[in-house]
């Protein structure tokens, strides 16, 4: 079973940036499809940002698009959320889950359920 451990993570000013990884520990994750959500209390877990196994597909929450890049290094078995211009409503715990259907629809569609085998996540605070 896959098991990613998130870092990156810290205290940032509001328009600032930070870089995200999600490395696998295990079996390796390249064959999945990988992506990244966040979470406050209290709150549902919400998709931002997803990358096919290729890295040749990927897709955005509208929230984050322009913004936010993901990407991936199957060589080191790590995916990377790369985001720039943080606003402090988007302080959250990010994690990032493999797909369990690796399909495109099922990328393209955003569902956390379609997502799972979750990291620990890792904490952004964004001050204003």
């Known amino acids: 079973q896959v098991q990613p451990v998130e870092s990156g993570g810290g205290l940032v000013q509001a328009g600032g940036s930070l870089r995200l990884s999600c490395a696998a520990s295990?079996?390796?994750?390249?064959?999945?499809?990988i992506g990244w959500f966040r979470q406050t209390p209290g709150k549902e877990r919400e998709f931002v940002a997803a990358i096919s196994w290729s890295g040749g597909v990927t897709y955005y929450a509208d929230s984050v698009k322009g913004r936010f890049t993901i990407s991936r290094d199957n060589a080191k078995n790590t995916v990377y959320l790369q985001m720039n211009s943080l606003k402090p409503e988007e302080t959250a715990v990010y994690s990032c889950?493999?797909?369990?259907?690796?399909?495109?629809?099922?990328?393209?569609?955003?569902?956390?359920?379609?997502?799972?085998?979750w990291g620990k996540g890792t904490q952004v605070p964004v001050s204003s």
């Open positions: 889950g493999h797909n369990k259907y690796g399909t495109v629809g099922s990328l393209l569609a955003g569902r956390v359920a379609d997502f799972g085998s």
């Open positions: 295990g079996r390796t994750f390249t064959s999945y499809t």
